[in-house]
């Protein structure tokens, strides 16, 4: 059993509206050093596999079917730890 | 007969208003649950608008995996029409019946009006008892209903005639103000705006019931292919 993180982000030609709003609410609060803000999710979850290859194979399928929508976003997962039983 | 399926999720909310356009069209209808594994014996099949299973992870994302998808792709697959308003065209976009994606209003902002469309395709089976370039009115209801596709769809999409519907004053964002397009094949169509909410004059507006008059008309050798 492995736990897996998965990073989503809206590729970077999207308009990412949230990260817009985000700009300028840290720009109100003086903070004009911070740009370019984008905001994506993470998923963590469990996945009772061991092997690399099998892991890959499953985190890319469900990726690519329903985690995220390859029109506009993109991803990246690391395998983590092996969870403690 | 005809009659046609009008398929529930968890959060549909605009099952009830497209159902009673269909009926007051002049054809049957009937609600199919999202369980369901077949929409045998339906002549077309009705996604509805609203926030199907809470809009979570993206809305549409959980919909277009639902047990339902695979009979919604074989009724496209036949040639059967397939209309996807709102949420509805969310999901088709997801499921991949229809290029393209639709992301969040370039304001963030949830928009609810009326509002002022052209039709610029009449030619397909959903939209031919209008003029072409005719400008009509539907109420609009999204916060995610910016039309987003890469140059090269957009290429595609111009090069088969799949804009049907675009706005006259563009509300979300929207590439090239499209508020709604077809497949190539001409049988799948997907919109942001709500023609069921466009069925008398009392309310504000009376253009969409032509849509479904037109709809339920449809026979196989009608339906544009490029």
Known sequence: MKKVELKVTLQQQVLDTQGEALNRAVHELG??????????????????????????????????????????????????????? | MKKFAVVQFPGSNCDRDLLNAVLKAGAEAEFVDYRAASLAGYDGVLIPGGFSFGDYLRSGAMAAVAPVTKAIEEAADAGKPVLGICNGFQILTEIGLLPGALIFNDQHTFVSRDESLKIVNNETLFTRGYRQD????????????????????????????????????NPNG?????????????????????????????????????????????EANHVQIH
């Open chain 2, 134 to 169: 005719e400008d009509i009115v539907y109420p609009v209801a999204h916060g995610e209903g910016h039309y987003y596709c890469d140059d090269a769809t957009y290429e595609r999409l111009k090069a088969h005639n799949q804009i049907v519907l675009t706005y006259n004053e």
């Open chain 1, 31 to 85: 903070h004009d050093e911070i740009s370019n803000i984008r905001v994506g999710k993470i998923l963590n979850f469990d996945i009772d596999e061991t092997g690399a290859d099998n892991i890959d194979r499953i985190v890319k399928s469900l990726s690519e079917r329903l985690f995220t929508n390859t029109v506009i976003e993109t991803y990246e997962y690391t395998i983590m730890d092996e969870v403690s039983e």
């Open chain 2, 174 to 218: 929207s590439r090239n103000d499209i508020a709604g397009i077809v497949n190539e094949r001409g049988n799948v169509l997907g919109m942001m705006p709500h023609p069921e909410r466009a069925l008398e004059t009392l309310l504000g507006s009376d253009d969409g019931l032509r849509l479904f008059e037109e709809l339920i008309r449809w």
